[in-house]
């Protein structure tokens, strides 16, 4: 059953477009929960990213933001490549858009995922350890013909508090990312001294330059200085060593705020910040691997209020569905902002609860206090049994990162707009 709705009453706080408004109105309940995504949206921020970045920046997306294929295919013409990091993602990236270049990274790497990329021909490897360069070459040492393409992830200490208002730090601290500095001149020698360890399978791991993620969660100003430190430490780990230094990727992490989804990473000011530092540095190209803040705003979890409850003097408002299929407020810590679409009809005898305090806390159906979507939030003000709710920025680590299995409860529905 298909029910009418009320024009929505105030201004959208998650953004919603009006296709996605439309389309989960023509839901019906048991239809619900569903992540719904607006590829045109996704589009359109792709490419007004991509052309707000000078020409020597490639732009790769990090997959384990959001590996749905429909999604991947949107970002294609936008993007020069993907950032995987897994043989899962690898093989998952390949199938859904074929002549993708790939970067394959994460700490970790099996011995058979290693064996599969090089059979894959992945365009770059983030080589993590001195460890990592061995298995590769034992690797090459049966392949004859392969050769790769090598970035030192390198843990970089990026200077006393750069990265102390950060959320996930990746670098710059003690962490299982990436080699440290000293390690990662024992890796430039083992890659560019003609006799050593790795025998002659050396010529064919060529080494291109350096790779840095060291945090999420940065705005444009501090992506730029951080950026400016990789590179420059770079220029000289190249000189010190005599190679040349084709390439630096600098990483992802650009800022993306779930208290206002209005705010948005300054691209313009990061693309121009970008091209002052390549007029410094004329010789390598610069890559970035941004996840979250390419595909958040372009994905909706829809689903319906199933009950209001007042307990202890607030309101409660308990949805279908709930943290085991978007997990992103429970891991950060966030209120989930969302959009309410009212829904007139009220079938039943009984009376409909509503919230009448003011605000509510949306949760979801799962036996645990930690299954909160939204915590006392004011946009829930009059919100009723039956009405449907849309939270916004629900477009990257939401599904994906989500413990499904917990409580079996079923799966959500997917749905792409704008294909
Ligand atoms: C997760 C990750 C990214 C993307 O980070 P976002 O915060 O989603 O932009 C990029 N590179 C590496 C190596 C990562 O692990």
């Known amino acids: 059953m298909t029910a009418p709705f009320e024009a929505p009453a105030t201004s959208a706080p998650a953004s919603v477009t009006g296709a996605v408004r439309r389309h989960v109105a023509g839901l019906a309940a048991e239809q619900l929960p569903a992540y719904v995504y607006d590829l045109a949206v996704l589009r359109a921020h792709a490419s007004a990213v991509r052309a707000a970045l000078p020409e020597r920046v490639e732009l790769y997306y990090a997959a384990k933001a959001n590996p749905e294929a429909p999604v991947l295919a949107a970002l294609r013409d936008a993007v020069d490549g993907y950032e995987v990091s897994s043989g899962g993602e690898l093989a998952h990236v390949r199938a859904a858009v074929p002549d993708a270049p790939l970067a394959f990274g994460g700490p970790g790497k099996t011995p058979a995922e290693i064996a599969a990329a090089v059979d894959a021909g992945v365009h770059r490897w983030h080589v993590e350890s001195e460890q990592e360069l061995h298995r590769l070459a034992a690797v090459l040492a049966d392949r004859p013909e392969a050769v790769v393409d090598v970035l030192l992830r390198v843990n970089l200490p990026v200077g006393a508090g750069a990265l102390d208002s950060v959320a996930l730090a990746m670098g710059g601290r003690p962490t299982p990312f990436g080699l440290d500095p000293d390690r990662a001149e024992a890796a430039v020698r083992l890659l560019t001294e003609p006799v050593g360890p790795l025998g002659p399978v050396r010529r064919r791991l060529r080494l291109r330059g350096v790779h840095a993620h060291l945090a999420s969660g940065l705005t444009a100003g501090e992506q730029l200085a951080i950026a400016e430190r990789i590179v420059a430490w770079s220029v000289r780990l190249a000189e010190r060593h005599a190679f040349a230094l084709d390439e630096v990727n600098v990483g992802g992490g650009m800022a993306v ?96 609860p509503a919230v009448t305090t003011g605000r509510a806390t949306l949760a979801g159906q799962l036996c645990t206090p930690k299954d909160v979507l939204a915590h006392a939030a004011p946009a829930a003000a009059g919100l009723r049994a039956g009405d449907r709710v849309l939270f916004g920025m629900a477009g990257a680590y939401a599904f994906n990162i989500s413990h499904h299995d917990f409580l079996m409860h079923p799966r959500p529905g997917f749905h792409y707009l704008g294909g």
């Not at 992103?328 to 829904?343: E, I, M, N, W, Y």
């Open 257 to 352: 705020d779930y208290g206002d989804p209005a705010a948005r990473f300054d691209w313009a000011a990061f693309g121009e910040g970008l091209g002052r530092l390549l007029e410094r540095h004329p010789g390598p190209v610069l890559r970035i691997e941004p996840g979250r803040a390419l595909t958040a705003y372009c994905g909706w979890y829809a689903t319906e209020v199933l009950d209001v409850k007042r307990s202890h003097g607030e309101d409660f408002a308990v949805v279908r569905g709930g943290t085991h299929h978007l997990r992103t407020p429970a891991t950060r810590g966030h209120s989930q902002p969302f959009d309410p679409l009212p829904v007139t009809a009220w079938p039943h005898p009984w009376t409909r």
